[in-house]
Nanobody, 128 residues
Framework: QVQLMESGGGSVQTGGSLRLSCAAS????????MGWFRQFPGKEREAVAT????????LYADDVRGRFTISRDNANNKMYLEMNSLKPEDTALYYC?????????????????????WGQGTQVTVSS
């Protein structure tokens, strides 16, 4: 399993933007689907977006589609989440997830149990 580390979280006002990064070490990410998840206080972790091995297949949760963009850079073992038009309800701890064996070239589904490696999380806080 690879080790994952998120960065880029912080505090912004409503309508602002943040870019989260996920750096992988201990092995290449190029053969696995990856994703971003988030967790609200007292709630279970939920999916934000997943991305296929090559980066051309993406799945998004309904409440972030059109505002968030997931991408990856296999050459540098990194993944990103561009978050625009942020809302207070986006406030959560965001996790990078990896080591999901996909079905062919498709991204893994928006299910946390499919992913075997996780980062420690980075906090995103959106104020009104």
């Amino acid at each position: 399993q690879v080790q994952l580390m998120e960065s880029g979280g912080g505090s912004v006002q409503t309508g602002g933007s943040l870019r989260l990064s996920c750096a992988a070490s201990g092995g290449p990410i190029s053969m696995k689907s990856m994703g971003w998840f988030r967790q609200f206080p007292g709630k279970e972790r939920e999916a934000v977006a997943t991305i296929s091995i090559g980066g051309d297949g993406r799945l998004y949760a309904d409440d972030v589609r059109g505002r968030f963009t997931i991408s990856r850079d296999n050459a540098n073992n990194k993944m990103y989440l561009e978050m625009n038009s942020l809302k207070p309800e986006d406030t959560a701890l965001y996790y990078c997830a990896g080591d999901c064996s996909p079905l062919g070239l498709l991204p893994c589904s928006l299910v946390a149990s499919r992913f075997k490696s996780w980062g420690q999380g980075t906090q995103v806080t959106v104020s009104s």
